[in-house]
């Protein structure tokens, strides 16, 4: 039976028909599994970020030079940096799908899936994220206020 309210409950089904629990040990791993994808989702968000910043102030010199005709049509259109921009839409994805899965998790309308998740997520802005603003930077600020998540 699908519930549509929250409800507390050992027995929830998670993503697949057959990931379901129906006994607090099988509950307890799905619990923990949904709070390590939502830790893992963070480092992802945290890895993502800080590449992206890198790669702005890469990007910047003082003095650009336009390419040269020798230079490649793929480096021309897409920048010198496109290894790494492609690498980031990559990231992005990933991130992208791993936050849809938790959104769908969370739709199970089970309680303890829903704190595990946000548990998992505060846990890991906590340790990957919370640390980007200790130094006074205000550079990491504007690009977080820029990025998208998937999951809200």
Same mark, same amino acid.
């Given at each position: 039976?699908?519930?549509?309210?929250?409800?507390?409950?050992?027995?929830?089904?998670?993503?697949?028909?057959?990931?379901?629990?129906?006994?607090?040990?099988?509950?307890?791993?799905?619990? &923990?599994?949904?709070? =390590?994808?939502?830790?893992?989702?963070? @480092?992802?968000?945290?890895? %993502? $970020?800080? *590449?992206?910043?890198?790669?702005?102030?890469?990007?910047?010199?003082?003095?650009?030079?336009?390419?040269? &005709?020798?230079?490649? =049509?793929?480096?021309?259109?897409?920048? @010198?940096?496109?290894?790494? %921009? $492609?690498? *980031?839409?990559?990231?992005?994805?990933?991130?992208?799908?791993?936050?849809?899965?938790?959104?769908?998790?969370?739709?199970?309308?089970?309680?303890?899936?829903?704190?595990?998740?946000?548990?998992?997520?505060?846990?890991?802005?906590?340790?990957?994220?919370?640390?980007?603003?200790?130094?006074?930077?205000?550079?990491?600020?504007?690009?977080?206020?820029?990025?998208?998540?998937?999951?809200?």
């Amino acid at each position: 039976m699908m519930h549509t309210t929250l409800h507390w409950s050992n027995q929830v089904t998670l993503l697949f028909d057959s990931w379901n629990t129906k006994s607090w040990p099988s509950y307890a791993l799905a619990l &923990l599994i949904c709070f =390590l994808v939502a830790l893992f989702y963070q @480092r992802l968000e945290a890895l %993502r $970020l800080r *590449l992206r910043l890198r790669l702005k102030s890469a990007a910047s010199p003082a003095n650009p030079s336009p390419p040269s &005709l020798s230079t490649p =049509l793929i480096v021309r259109k897409l920048g @010198r940096n496109w290894k790494i %921009r $492609l690498g *980031l839409a990559a990231l992005f994805g990933l991130n992208s799908g791993i936050g849809y899965l938790i959104m769908l998790a969370i739709m199970s309308y089970n309680g303890g899936v829903l704190l595990a998740v946000v548990l998992g997520m505060t846990v890991g802005y906590f340790v990957f994220r919370s640390e980007d603003f200790s130094d006074g930077d205000d550079s990491f600020v504007a690009a977080e206020t820029n990025s998208t998540c998937a999951c809200s």
